[in-house]
Nanobody, 127 residues
Framework: QVQLVESGGGSVQAGGSLRLSCVVS????????MAWFRQVPGKEREGVAT?????????SYIDSVKGRFTISQDNAKNILYLQMNSLKPEDTAMYYC???????????????????WGQGTQVTVSS
C-alpha cells in the first residue's frame, strides 16, 4: 500500500523559510513523477514543483516560486522535500505531495493525474 505523509508546515513571517517533507512508503517504481501541489480554499489546486526520475532527473517549477523553492529527494530515505525560502503571504496554502508512475509530462500544470496523494500540511505566511 502506497502512503505519502507530509510534514514541516507551520506559520512564518514573510521572508522566512520552511522545509516540507513527504515520507513515501510502498512506492517502488524506478521511473516516476513526484510533485508538490498547493491549494487555497475556494481555489483550484495548483502544481508548484515536480521532479521526474527516469534514469536521469529533471525538475520543474511554476514561475511564481522559481528561485525561491527547491524540490529534492533523499532516495535512500524515500523522502521528497520542498525547501521554501523568501516566503510571501501569497504562498499561504495547504501543501500536498503526490506521486505517479508515469514520468512523462511531469511538470506543474500537466493534465496527467497523480495516483497517490498525501493528506497535506498547512503553510501560513504572515506579512
Amino acid at each position: 500500500q502506497v502512503q505519502l505523509v507530509e510534514s514541516g508546515g507551520g506559520s512564518v513571517q514573510a521572508g522566512g523559510s520552511l522545509r516540507l517533507s513527504c515520507v513515501v512508503s510502498g512506492f517502488t517504481e524506478r521511473s516516476y513523477c513526484m510533485a508538490w501541489f498547493r491549494q487555497v480554499p475556494g481555489k483550484e489546486r495548483e502544481g508548484v514543483a515536480t521532479v521526474a526520475h527516469y534514469g536521469g532527473t529533471s525538475t520543474s517549477y511554476i514561475d511564481s516560486v522559481k528561485g525561491r523553492f527547491t524540490i529534492s529527494q533523499d532516495n535512500a530515505k524515500n523522502i521528497l522535500y520542498l525547501q521554501m525560502n523568501s516566503l510571501k503571504p501569497e504562498d499561504t496554502a495547504m501543501y500536498y505531495c503526490a506521486a505517479r508512475q508515469n514520468w512523462h509530462y511531469c511538470y506543474p500544470g500537466s493534465r496527467v493525474d497523480f495516483s497517490y496523494w498525501g493528506q497535506g500540511t498547512q503553510v501560513t505566511v504572515s506579512s
